[in-house]
């Protein structure tokens, strides 16, 4: 700092801040690789100073001093340009010469990351390690009184369905009078949640697109992708892998009078249409695309004009009460597609997941409900949304599965858990668990960013700024610049990889415990927890 | 694992011909406890075959409250049998006051009932029965119901027969199931000794069913009250057949269906795929997963044997018009009836029904790819 800088109260030091750039001044040559790939501008040359001593060694020679000057990688400390830790600088280093480190006490920046007013806001995940998911074990293991089957030899059927499936009473009935009987899915029970074309990049959507695509029609696993809310380019509307894509309705309504357009030219039905009245990233807060995502063609997708931020509301306008607007809403969107779809709501986790449950199980074209708990990611919300708000979605799940038990009514609205699902990398561990506690299926989102395309957030508030368009990964970019550094290609074959492995994981936990004919769905007898508490809430056992 | 013989005849035959079966099939159950129904009986209730017959174990003051129950709704005594036990119990088995086997008349109010609510009082009262002998520890119900006797305890099966002294000339049955029980559980709980029994459909199992939860859940949310009790996880079986004619008036037939689904193409290439789509989707929760032999019998007296999807529990049906044998292994069956024609021995695989009608002509198999019966 140079002596006459004033100090404000937001005057920080390096040591203030979340992220320290450790650089090497041995190793760096000066390339400048770091400086150019750095998302923020967090690091610049730096043109330093510095004294060489040279004492005498002899009484009659004079002691003296030189000064010289050396040029370097000097790290802002400016708010707004933090560093993210996002280690873009370490991956281009032809020479390891610059690392990222995380400040081990809590950071300063985060009391002054509010300028004029503007409370934090970013993209990413909620940065919290622990989970309970990651606690719960599978305990009940066949073994002698029972053979354990081969995971890798014996037939699985792993499948779930997405639809409002009738009694067996009322749908043979139904049957012998060639009545309408809601639609119903049979898909695979691991679904890549609504992430939205304009949240990410084109190149990732194309690639997830693909691998999906690759996964149905080349290895016959029926997974399904949701679009997440702002439409679908029109030319996957009006091709036959439509049938694969959940078109995703939200409070903004954004691409969707491309969709409504798009309908008589459709060769197949979309899988489903999901109503998003909320999600656990920021429940209770509307979707978010800022400014500098909004390009041409994603104002041009979503039928507005470029450049402005999209908030969509955190209600659906028309909504009026429950039992009305949402009844009214499954129905409108049923009626479009001649009742041949299933249409189900999405919501976040809450305390108040129960009411919506009742109510969708009382409206007989409800086709299922998602519930997002609060370890949800998402492109751009307030931090504080993020952090703070929401319920965590194993006891929020287990609530409704065990609710639609009394009622009776346990196959006949599937549940769908998202939320946090493998943030710590155990995604095929937390999804049984979730299965077991009685969701038919999970959503994921954060995973397969991770493992499908690269990205780098973790759950410590790594880079998490997919909100501003400049992904270093070229996830969440609408930059070309930034997102040709994604191939689609690659992607599709890491979601291809990524369900392999999880395939062939889920069947490890599942054969163990002699379940091959049918998904463990609320199959709570095989959960248990080494937590007292959390075993009580969740019924599942305690064991130590 | 535990071991299942079942056997029908023309003939009236003794429990004792189920006991030397499981007896010869020894290795496979350890003595834990034994469980057998009867039903189409010869012998004095022959003359009785719409009487209900009360079966269970009693203490002293059970039998009394018993007594002053039966009467308070209206039921008198019509026939009993008196089992004498000799004056000590074999090791093991724990010393009883009463077991009882009792036939009543109906009350003159239940005259003119339709079939289906005097089935549904009958079981009513057993549950009754149940809940209070449950609540004094002074009453183990098992059946009461017409033409059904049904007995368990614990103790080697063949000890225990000889204690009852099953081989007396009164007891004889048409229809015999019998299960040797290998104790999985630690304490043994009568109630959770096969065969189980629900309005004239009884099951019994070897193998453990890890769908439970599921299944149970399902059952239980479905507000009838006999889907109850549920002491073990093969009760399930006895209360999905029922669930099958009683709420969804299908047959035997499309048990499989709701138990162990067809899967893909087999499904889609099925005559009734679009039937079969929606049993398996809408019965999503009874869905079982075995590794399970299922013996049951039928209120029409036919006996059927299933597997589960896996096939790992072996399974075995044979005899001569006349008589036939369901065993869970091929020496039990050598044993009762030596004398057929081995070659025609059937054993189920995961696709198949095989069914004993009550004439006892032959063995039919039923293969699930087959098309269904028109439903009933
Ligand atoms: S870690 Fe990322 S944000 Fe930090 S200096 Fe390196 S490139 Fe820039
Ligand atoms: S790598 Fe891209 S998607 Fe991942 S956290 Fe950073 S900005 Fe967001």
Known sequence: MLPNRPITPSTLSIKDLL????????????????????????????????????????????????????????QK??????????????????????????????????????????????????????????????????????????????????????????????????????????????????????????????????????????????????????????????????????????????SGYFGWDEIIHAIPHMKEDPCAIEIKYGQGAKPGDGGLLMWYKVNKLIAAIRGVPPGISLPSPPTHQTQYSIEESVAKMILSMSMAWGFRVPVYPKISGSSTSLAVLNNITRNPYAAGLAIDGEDGGTGAA???????????????????????????????VPLFAGGGVGKNGNLAANAAALIMLGAS????????????????????????????????????????????????????????DVYLSFDTELKKIVAPLGRSTSLPIGMSDALGIADHHAAERLRIQYVV | MCRLFAITSDTPLSPMTAMEALDVMREGHDGSGVGILLRDLGGPFEEMKDAPILSGIFSESGIKRLDTFMMGIGFMTKYKISIKLPKTAPRGTPRRDVYLIRAYEYPEEWEGLTQASLQDRLMNI????????????????????????????????????????????????????????????????????????????STMTNGENTAFIPNKEYLMSRGFPGYSGFQSDSEVFTHILHYLYNSLELGIEAYKHVIT????????????????????????????????????????????????????????????????????????????????????????????????????????????????????
């Not at chain 1, 830790?85 to 991956?91: E, H, I, K, N, R």
């Not at chain 2, 000889?162 to 630690?186: C, F, H, P, V």
């Not at chain 2, 069956?333 to 054993?347: G, H, M, T």
Request: glycine share 10%; hydrophobic share 35%; with cysteine.
């Open chain 1, 19 to 74: 992220w320290q750039v450790l650089w090497n001044k041995d190793k760096c040559t000066l390339c400048g690789q770091c400086t150019a790939v750095c998302p923020v501008n967090a690091i610049e040359p730096g043109v330093f100073q510095k004294r060489l001593i040279e004492p005498a060694l002899n009484i009659t020679e004079k002691p003296g001093n030189v000064y010289k000057v050396y040029y370097g990688i000097r």
């Open chain 1, 77 to 250: 400390t400016d708010p707004a340009y933090a560093c993210i830790g996002c280690g873009m600088c370490s991956l281009v280093c032809p020479n390891d010469a610059i690392l990222p480190s995380k400040n081990e006490e809590n950071d300063k920046l985060r009391l002054h990351i509010d300028r004029g007013g503007q409370p934090r806001k970013r993209g990413g995940r909620r940065n919290v390690k622990d989970g309970i998911l990651d606690q719960i074990k599978f305990i009940r293991i066949s073994m002698l009184t029972d053979p354990a089957l081969d995971a890798g030899r014996h037939e699985f059927e792993l499948r779930t369905l997405l639809g409002r499936v009738l009694s067996p009473e009322k749908h043979l009935a139904l049957l012998k009078e060639n009545g309408w009987a809601p639609p119903v899915r049979e898909i695979y029970p691991l679904m890549i949640g609504g992430m939205s074309f304009g949240a990410l990049s084109p190149n990732m959507w194309e690639g997830l697109q693909m691998g999906v695509a690759y996964l149905n029609e080349e290895l016959g696993m029926p997974v399904r992708i949701c679009t997440g809310e702002g439409g679908c380019p029109p030319r996957l509307l009006r091709s036959r892998f439509l049938k694969y894509v959940i078109l995703q309705i939200a």
């Open chain 1, 382 to 412: 307030f931090n504080i949304s993020m952090n703070h708000m929401g319920h965590p979605i194993a006891s929020n799940i287990r609530d409704c599965y065990l609710n639609l038990v009394a009622l009776g009514k346990q196959n006949e």
């Open chain 1, 441 to 496: 299926g999970v959503q994921m989102g954060k995973y397969i960013m991770q493992a499908a395309a690269g990205c780098l957030g973790s759950e410590s508030d790594r880079c998490n700024i997919c909100n501003i368009g400049n992904c270093p990964k070229g996830i969440t970019s609408q930059d070309p610049r930034l997102y040709r550094r994604l191939d689609p290609e690659d992607v599709a074959q890491r979601v291809v």
């Open chain 2, 126 to 201: 057993r549950l009754k029965l149940r809940e209070m002998g449950e609540e004094k520890e002074d009453m183990i119900v098992f059946s009461f119901w017409p033409d059904v006797i049904m007995l368990k305890e614990i103790g080697d099966p063949m000890t225990v027969g000889r204690y009852l002294s099953l081989d007396r000339k009164e007891l004889q049955a048409r229809i015999i199931m019998a299960q040797g029980r290998q104790n999985t559980n630690y304490a043994i709980n009568l109630y959770a000794c096969h065969p189980f029994f629900i309005q004239g459909y």
């Open chain 2, 261 to 376: 689904p067809l899967q893909g193409d087999a499904l889609e290439k099925h005559p009734d795929a679009a039937l079969l789509r929606v049993l398996k989707h809408s019965c999503r929760r009874l869905i079982i997963d075995g590794p399970n032999c299922v013996i049951g019998c039928l209120p029409d007296k036919k006996l059927f044997m299933v597997q589960d999807r896996k096939k790992l529990r072996p399974g075995v049906v044979g005899g001569r018009p006349g008589m036939y044998g369901f065993s869970s292994e091929i020496c039990g069956l050598d044993a009762v009836i030596p004398d057929r024609d081995k070659s025609k021995d059937f054993q189920p695989m995961h696709l198949d029904t095989a069914i004993v009608g009550p004439d006892r002509q032959e063995v039919s198999i039923c293969c699930q790819t087959d098309p269904l019966p028109l439903p009933r």
